[in-house]
């Protein structure tokens, strides 16, 4: 199935939809939260975890990282790395650190886990509109879970990038020769997939997983854009809500 491209499609309004991927097509966040519960096992044994607050100190470590290493599982292993031996006051042993790696091969090991109604969701709004999936993260890995999920059929064209922010979405709609008011983004990122599209002028469905990386949660939308996105428990629901928005966007165009 090809979906069509923003070129062919008719009308106004919603002419391309753009798709997360991590935690919105497929599981992601569980496979970090086993990660982090591990490495605090691993830490456990040099010193007091409630005294020394180590998961909030990984993830300053983690977020300072960020810059330098990207997001993604090898980052995460990287800052683990720094933060052990940080925490434990260089005490921690080479055999330990052997395992926090052995850890992150563990994660990009995982295969991909589809989440509820994915598929379906997916084809339904391609009928309709263009679509396009947006996802950030480490290159290899990120091909990797693209290729497994079989889904990359149904995208007009596959986007890995360093970070999503208005800069990026500002580019990738520029090369589509879009405005933003033509573009809807769905995901379950505040941060990444609705605050920086909303911003910009365009539309957005936000679909929270049941875990999200704290850093994914910080954002602020204004409440005057309260009716530019919609909030949904599923994918089910997906298909109506991009129709919503497509509607008030046609109105308004």
Known sequence: MHSSSPETASGSGIRLVGFDADDTLWRSEDYFAAAQGEFERIVGGYIDLDNVRARERLLAIEKGNLALFGYGVKGMALSMIEAAVDITAQRISASDLHAIVAIAKD???????????????????????????????????????????????????????????????????????????????????????????????????????????????????????????????????????????????????
């Open 107 to 253: 994660m990009l090991r995982h295969p991909v886990e589809l989440l509820p109604d994915v598929r379906e969701a997916v084809e339904a709004v391609a009928r309709e509109h263009a679509v396009v999936l947006i996802t950030k993260g480490d290159l290899f890995h990120q091909e990797a879970k693209v290729r497994q999920s079989g889904l990359a059929d149904l995208f007009g064209r596959i986007e890995i990038v360093s970070e999503k922010d208005d800069a990026t979405y500002h580019r990738v709609l520029g090369e589509f020769n879009l405005t933003p008011a033509q573009f809807c983004m769905v995901g379950n990122s505040l941060r990444s997939d609705i605050a920086p599209v909303l911003r910009l002028g365009g539309w957005a469905v936000h679909v929270p997983y049941h875990l999200t990386w704290e850093h994914e949660r910080e954002a602020e939308i204004d409440p005057a854009l309260q009716g530019r996105w919609r909030e949904l428990a599923g994918l089910d629901g997906l298909p109506a809500a991009v129709r919503s928005l497509h509607a008030i966007a046609s109105a308004q165009a």
